[in-house]
C-alpha cells in the first residue's frame, strides 16, 4: 500500500510584522523589489510562492518580520498585486487587515516614463499621477500630463 504524503511547507507563525497574502502568482518578487525591502531590512522574510488558494487558484505570500508598510507601499501593492490583503500582526496576532487598494492620487509610487517630464528632470520632485481608471488601470502624470497605461505603468523603485 502506498501513503500519499501530503506535501507541507511549514512556515514559523510571524509574531509581529506584516503578512502579504494573495498575491497573484509569480508577483511576490516584484513585490519586494517595489518596496525595497532588501535593501533596508535585516529582519527576516518569508517569501512563499505557487500556494494553493480557494479564492485566486494559485497565490504567492510574504511574511514580514518586523515590517511595517507605509500608504506609499501601499498604493505600489496595489498596481503590482492587486487584490492582494495586507495583514498586520503583533505579538501573534492580527491587529488589522485590508486590502490593497488602487488609490485616487499615486504619490512617490509611480515613475514617468516621458524623459523629457519634468519629474525627471529634477530630484526633489514627488512623482504624482491621478488615476483615471482603476480597471483597467490609467493613470495621468500630473505635470506632463501624459496618460499611461499597460507597461507604461511603471513602479518607482
Ligand atoms: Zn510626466
Known sequence: MVTKE?????????KDGTVIDHIPQGRSLDVLKALSILKKTKNTIA??????SKKIGK???LKLNNFELGHISLGKIAVI???????????YRVISKCQAAIPDVLISSLRCINSNCISNAKEDITSRFKVVSKEPLKVRCHYCERTFTGDGIVVDV
Request: net charge neutral; with cysteine; aromatic share 0%.
Open 47 to 52: 517569501l512563499i510562492m505557487c500556494v494553493d
Open 81 to 91: 498585486a492587486p487584490g492582494s490583503t495586507i495583514a498586520i500582526v503583533k505579538d
Open 59 to 61: 497565490k504567492d505570500l
Open 6 to 14: 501530503k506535501q507541507e511547507l511549514v512556515i514559523t507563525k510571524l
